[in-house]
């Protein structure tokens, strides 16, 4: 399985967003990578995608702790954020058939 954490965030964050990513506890083994892009995203100031693979029938688990992870972000009033399920193409051309 593959998530995205979506973050929103004013530019003048970042600094504060360092602090909190400093904090975050150590990652659940089932994660195999966690990798952090990063663009701005116009008025609203920067974007960053959390692209997560977690190994095979740990999706559940997955969800609740990497929620729980990125709580201290999700709490911040300036922060919009967004968790998605990624599939690869191969696995979207299964589902359209």
């Not at 029938?57 to 929620?67: L, Q």
Request: charged letters at 30%; zero cysteines; a positive charge.
């Amino acid at each position: 399985m593959i998530l995205n954490f979506i973050l929103w965030y004013p530019s003048s964050m970042s600094k504060d967003l360092i602090d909190i990513a400093k904090k975050m506890p150590k990652m659940p083994d089932y994660v195999k990578k966690w990798q952090i892009l990063q663009t701005g995203d116009g008025k609203k100031g920067m974007k960053q995608y959390n692209i997560i693979h977690i190994e095979k029938n740990h999706g559940d688990d997955a969800i609740v702790d990497i929620s729980k992870i990125m709580k201290p972000f999700i709490d911040n009033e300036h922060i919009e954020a967004k968790l998605e399920v990624l599939v690869s193409a191969r696995d979207a051309m299964k589902i359209m058939g």
